[in-house]
Nanobody
Framework: QVQLVESGGGLVQAGGSLRLSCAAS????????VGWFRQAPGKERELVAA???????YYADSVKDRFTISITMAKDTVNLRMNSLEPADTAVYYC?????????????????WGQGTQVTVSS
């Protein structure tokens, strides 16, 4: 069993930056794919970025060149650095994990989920 604990998030002005972190407890992330999803009011949950211990990360087109997903192996943490934030990035952001190697965008493919953290970008 993997428990995911998110931190970061908050309120920021457009053009600003935030950093989200997802820490694993119960098991190492090293055999999992970890993704950051977001869900805005009235919209479906979507994958923003995903990573596994080796290989090239996945980014949604809407966040490419603005968001960076990374792993801090020593802390077993997956981070999401968000730059040049826009009001459209406002959402609840969720960390999720699944065993395997495929960076799938389907939320049903992810087994473990964090509680979510709110990101609000003001114009």
């Amino acid at each position: 069993q993997v428990q995911l604990v998110e931190s970061g998030g908050g309120l920021v002005q457009a053009g600003g930056s935030l950093r989200l972190s997802c820490a694993a407890s119960g098991r190492s992330f090293s055999t999992y794919v970890v993704g950051w999803f977001r869900q805005a009011p009235g919209k479906e949950r979507e994958l923003v970025a995903a990573v596994r211990w080796t290989g090239v990360p996945y980014y949604a087109d809407s966040v490419k060149d603005r968001f960076t997903i990374s792993i801090t192996m020593a802390k077993d943490t997956v981070n999401l650095r968000m730059n040049s934030l826009e009001p459209a990035d406002t959402a609840v952001y969720y960390c999720a994990a699944r065993m395997g190697v495929n960076l799938t965008p389907k939320e049903d493919d992810y087994t473990y989920w964090g509680q979510g953290t709110q990101v609000t970008v003001s114009s």
